[in-house]
């Protein structure tokens, strides 16, 4: 399955916790970005440390299907059943329980429903 992006995508983490999948164009776009910024900026360097640790190059297969990295498949907990969800310039897949867990710990709020309605949304 090709999106509008093709079947290359970068496949990677900056916490280990879930797996982001990004068209390589966006990826691409978010490497350019980063090489704006001086390179003694600390912050750049710790995201650039963890996802290229985590990172990879990888192509859908035609069913749109990819195999993760192993450092990341055990970093992130990815057996048993996980959760694709939609961002909206890459994929982000977590293990279920974890992710619910992510909910109870951090769940969405009334101030967050304000936020975003002061914003438009």
Do not use: C
């Not at 990879?56 to 990295?69: I, N, S, W």
């Not at 990815?78 to 867990?101: K, P």
């Amino acid at each position: 399955m090709e999106s509008e992006f093709g079947s290359d995508v970068f496949i990677t983490s900056v916490r280990g916790t879930s797996v982001h999948i990004y068209p390589i164009q966006v990826w691409e776009e978010i490497e350019n970005a980063l090489a704006s910024l001086p390179k003694t900026d600390q912050v750049k360097q710790r995201f650039l440390e963890r996802t290229s640790y985590y990172g990879q190059e990888a192509t859908l297969d035609k069913q749109g299907r990819v195999v993760l990295p192993v450092i990341l498949r055990e970093s992130a907990a990815m057996s048993g059943d996980v959760v694709v969800s939609a961002r909206l310039d890459h994929l982000e897949v977590w293990n279920h329980q974890r992710l619910r867990e992510r909910f109870e710990d951090k769940p969405f709020a009334d101030d967050d429903f304000a936020y975003l309605s002061e914003r438009g949304i």
